[in-house]
């Protein structure tokens, strides 16, 4: 696959089994271990010192856009499936209704740390 730099130079990128754009990410899909169709993936929080992803931001419900909720998943429960072409996430609609989240015109604050040990604990998976 090539792609062209900001200098407008165009170089190959090769993305493997274990590396991905962050813009392939978004807009992917999201099931649970059952195959329901969940949502897709709207953005991903990345640590500024450590470089490391933290959480997908999952868009759940909602119709073009209007009463949209947004679930934030710690990237470790996240799986990637290639034959439903979409990350696979153990967790059912029921649970994810009460599942952490935020509305479209929400911002979380990503710099508090119960915040984050909130959703962690949430999902079974240790805080950073």
Known sequence: ???TLGTGATSEIEVGADAIEASRVNGTRVY?????????????????????????????????????????????VLKYDERQGGYVVGITIDQLKDAPRF????????VDADYGRRINDYYGVAYY
Do not use: C, Q
Not at 38 to 51: A, E, S
């Open 1 to 3: 696959m090539s792609s």
């Open 32 to 76: 649970n271990t059952d195959g329901d169709n969940l949502g897709h993936i709207y953005d991903i929080v990345i640590g500024k010192r450590d470089g490391r992803v933290k959480y997908a931001i999952m868009s759940f419900g909602g119709f073009l856009g209007i009463g949209e909720e947004y679930h934030p998943l710690p990237w470790e």
């Open 103 to 110: 509305g479209a015109a929400e911002r979380p604050n990503w």
